[in-house]
């Protein structure tokens, strides 16, 4: 049996990189009331890709492993309702 690769970083596009560079610019002014530059939020929004990202990735993925398991629970059962009563 083959090995998998590991997955490689997370990588935003560049229209997701410039959306989440707008709100890390719109949450300083609003709650700070402060200006931020582009270097700033570029490193930011590095910060979070390298170290919240692969959080948040593995939390989803644990989600869905939730997800998956309490619909095979459901499967199973379901089976079993199928079943018609023997005379």
Same mark, same amino acid.
């Given at each position: 049996?083959?090995?998998? &690769?590991? /997955?490689? *970083? #997370?990588? /935003?596009? $560049? ?7 707008? $709100? =890390? ?5 609003? *709650?700070?009331? &402060? &200006?931020?530059?582009? =270097? $700033? *939020?570029?490193?930011? /929004? !590095? ?22 398991? *309490?619909?095979? !629970? ?11 009563? &023997? #005379?």
């Amino acid at each position: 049996m083959k090995k998998r &690769e590991p /997955l490689c *970083q #997370i990588k /935003l596009s $560049e229209l997701q990189k410039k959306k989440l560079n707008d $709100e =890390i610019k719109a949450f300083y002014l609003d *709650q700070r009331g &402060e &200006e931020i530059g582009m =270097i $700033e *939020q570029m490193q930011l /929004l !590095e910060l979070f890709e390298q170290h919240l990202a692969p959080i948040i990735y593995n939390k989803a993925l644990d989600d869905a492993k939730k997800w998956f398991s *309490q619909m095979m !629970e459901n499967l199973d059962s379901d089976y079993y309702m199928l079943y018609k009563n &023997e #005379i």
